[in-house]
């Protein structure tokens, strides 16, 4: 096994994995408490349009991608501040209409584009220097971003109304992480693909939530087991040739049924029942 | 009562709500420094709103609104931590990985501003509102752990670590039961007295607070009614308000039937 880290490729994947790992696994602790687990999902598919779109038209896939994840964030943010409709029904009409564009994209383009599918499925193994690159850079600033604002982030996904009562920036800040989360689903479409960006978002922050009382704890482990699940799915997909982001995202999902076993606060809940 | 001079909450004859919707009509108003007013009305009677307006959330349509030396007709008011709210009670999500600590220590942030991390001086102040409350033996529990009243207390010493002048209080008592009410309007009482906080408490619950308060403020979109309780709290006054939901016992109870809140 261990003359796989040998390659160029593979050093660079493991890299590219982590880095994605940790960035989504931070930002995703605030999805997770926030609850806008749901958006995000739609945000993804929406930047899958815009990478169909790139490819269709010839600009540039991610700043399409970029362009279409955060006209999405917004706008359901908008709704939401608003409450002119209810969330899930405007993400779910966003979501679905942004695949159906995705597809209408993909049926437009007089040939088969088989970079277009990497985007949907991701592969880490074929990430280029260029690639790695970019995504280091957009990673420093996304988690730079968190790490200036974690505080007021972390009480707007605890209390919005309460953080904007006490003077702080609530609104801002919430189109801050909206923000946030547009700009990780772009940098992560790449490794892990549009449809299995969120799993990379939700599933580690879920599984941390699992085992902590306190928010800083959480956010620690969080970024523990996504660096740990995108470096070990790497593994795993070079060792066995399977498809990485499938084994990245499996092997996260299969520590969160774990963590719900042992949870401390499932096993405090049952105590209490008895 | 208290008697200070200075007017640090000035309602001229403001007007607030949404074009078309009015939830609060013409109110007019001066609250000094120090003094513990009570809120009424019945549901829908723009107490809510009141808060919004107070907390610089909401500009008046007509009429102006002036909290402390500042003009809150822009909302460019920046005296927000200079209040303490306490929202009406939501429900706390059981799991949400958060300690009593780092509750109350938010209260900070909204001071201190972006970019600055809390220090010692913020965990003392947050020590301290948490002592003030008697809820500092649970620094390290977990929020969710706790019962609905001492999660209000928490939420009270989050205010307190805001170091405000006004301490707004939301239906505090909703949704405990009646020994923990007791406990918490006598809190605030006693924060009132000891730390010489101007309050404003609003409430469905007229006999908790009327033996408490200075003044009480009776709203139904128009202020009705303000002075002291005994003043207040007249047949004929409550029940222009309240209507034929008002009972008054032969003790000279006032006993309003709230069908939202009936334990």
Redesign the interface.
Known sequence: MFELFAYDFMQRSLLAAALVGALCSTIGVFVVLRGLAFMGAGTAHAAFAGVALGYLMGWPPLLMALLFGLATVWVTGWVEEKGRMKLDVSIGILYTATMALAILFIGLMKTYNAEVYGYLFGNVLAVTSEELLTIAGLSIIVIGAIVLFSKELYFIAFDQEMAEASGVPARRIFFLLLTLVALTVVISLKTVGGILVFAMILIPASTAYQLTHSLSTLTWYSILIGVFCSVGGVLISSYWDVPSGPAIVLLATLLFFVAILLSPKRQRQSLAVN | MASHSSPIIHFDHATFGFPGVIALEDISIEIQSGEFIGVIGPNGSGKTTLCRAV?G?MAPLKGHLRIFDCACDELRC?H??M???L?QK?VVD??????VL??VT??R????G??K??GRKDREIAMESLSHVGMDMHKDT?L??LSGGQQQRVFIA??LA?QPQVLLLDEPTTGLDITTQHNVVELVQHLHEELGLTVLLITHDINMIRSRVDRLMLLKTRLYAAGPPADVLKPDILSQVYGKDLVITDKDLVIVEDYHHHH
């Open positions: 907390l959330l920046h927000k931590a209040i303490g709210y929202p939501g059981r799991n949400f990985p958060v300690t780092e509750t938010m209260g942030y909204g001071a201190l972006l970019f991390r809390p977990a969710g752990h989050r205010a805001q």
